[in-house]
Nanobody
């Protein structure tokens, strides 16, 4: 059974940085497209999670939401079955639960995700 476990969330002041990690177990990490989504607190249940960033199985291709370009960086270590999200210049509007996601195909979006983590809360104070 594939499991994704996020860590690294917390409270940070605006302009600060955090690094999220997501460790995969039970599957074949090196063939998955990986990514991060987020959902702001108070959003209605069932509201689609917002895409943040994805990375191909090799790490050679990445896609970022416009709202995080230039501030967030995704990377992966296939030897450690782990994907990372470095978040710099954080803003209050980045406050959300961040979810790690994996897809067995080459494309990762909300509808192609095969596995979800349980999420980690990032809170950015102004």
């Amino acid at each position: 059974q594939v499991q994704l476990v996020e860590s690294g969330g917390g409270l940070v002041q605006a302009g600060g940085s955090l690094r999220l990690s997501c460790a995969e177990s039970g599957g074949t990490f090196r063939v998955y497209s990986m990514g991060w989504f987020r959902q702001a607190p108070g959003n209605a249940p069932g509201k689609e999670r917002e895409f943040v960033v994805s990375i191909s199985w090799s790490g050679g291709s990445t896609h970022y939401a416009d709202s995080v370009k230039g501030r967030f960086t995704i990377s992966r270590d296939n030897a450690k079955n782990t994907v990372y999200l470095q978040m710099n210049s954080l803003k209050p509007e980045d406050t959300a639960v961040y979810y790690c996601a994996a897809a067995r195909g080459a494309v990762l979006n909300y509808y192609t995700v095969d596995y979800w983590g349980k999420g980690t809360l990032v809170s950015v104070s102004s």
